[in-house]
């Protein structure tokens, strides 16, 4: 079982919907969890970051984790044609431990 | 430019050759990683290396070699190429390992 698992998709929704993408992972030492943004031909980018459980909001975008249940999720309001991308989730026990990506879920926004 | 450079982007080789891909950064990080990209396996990490002498195995190190040459540049060394090392190949930066870096890939074919 891998530590981090994530849906791969495809997942095609219309211009202006309202996004969900979910990981659950296994490991209960992460601390920190994190959403990165992958374009086709592109590195990815760090989109978002959380600490511990709770909601994190920036602009259309929400980050959640439930570690309760082992549970992360990214929202994405309103969402636009430029948000077509794979989305990786990651996460991270902190010190001088790496960083462990989920397999990423490909979203396609049209027009 | 860029923050993150890999050389070459693309790269088509024969089994049994030896390849070498370069990353550079602008960054001043003294953090760098390789990892490697599949469909369906996401984001795995090859080496790392935390400054110019410090470097450390990741989970799929095997048939790969790196040198640290400088804080700038890392390279990934493919000693005998062979087919099931075709892959996407990412460089990245950091101060902390949550927030990486990438650089754009270099896609390299072995056949």
């Known amino acids: 079982q891998k530590e981090v698992e994530q849906d791969p998709g495809p997942l095609s929704v219309p211009e202006g919907a309202i996004v969900s993408l979910n990981c659950t992972y296994s490991?209960?030492?992460?601390?920190?969890f994190m959403w990165y943004r992958q374009y086709s031909r592109k590195g990815p980018e760090l989109l978002m970051y959380t600490y511990s459980s709770g909601n994190k909001e920036d602009g259309r975008f929400t980050a959640q984790v439930d570690k309760s249940s082992k549970y992360i999720s990214l929202f994405i309001r309103d969402s636009q044609p430029s948000d077509s991308a794979t989305y990786l989730c990651?996460?991270?026990?902190?010190?001088?431990?790496?960083?462990?990506f989920g397999t990423g879920t490909q979203l396609k926004v049209e027009l | 430019d860029a923050d993150v450079t890999q050389t070459p982007r693309n790269r088509i080789t024969k089994t049994g050759k030896r390849i070498m891909l370069e990353c550079s950064q602008t960054?001043?990080?003294?953090?760098m990683y390789w990892y490697r990209q599949d469909p369906g396996l996401g984001l795995r990490l090859i080496y790392y290396?935390?400054?110019?002498?410090?470097?450390n195995k990741g989970e799929i190190s095997d048939g790969y070699s790196v040198s640290r040459q400088a804080q700038a540049k890392f390279s990934l060394s493919l000693e005998s190429a062979i087919p099931n090392q075709t892959a996407l190949y990412f460089c990245?930066?950091?101060?902390?390992?949550?927030?990486?870096?990438f650089g754009p890939g270099t896609r390299l074919t072995v056949l």
């Open positions: 960054k001043g990080h003294d953090r």
């Open positions: 490991n209960s030492a992460f601390q920190y």
């Open positions: 290396s935390f400054d110019v002498k410090d470097i």
């Open positions: 990651a996460g991270f026990t902190g010190g001088g431990n790496k960083l462990t």
């Open positions: 990245a930066t950091s101060d902390w390992d949550h927030e990486q870096f």
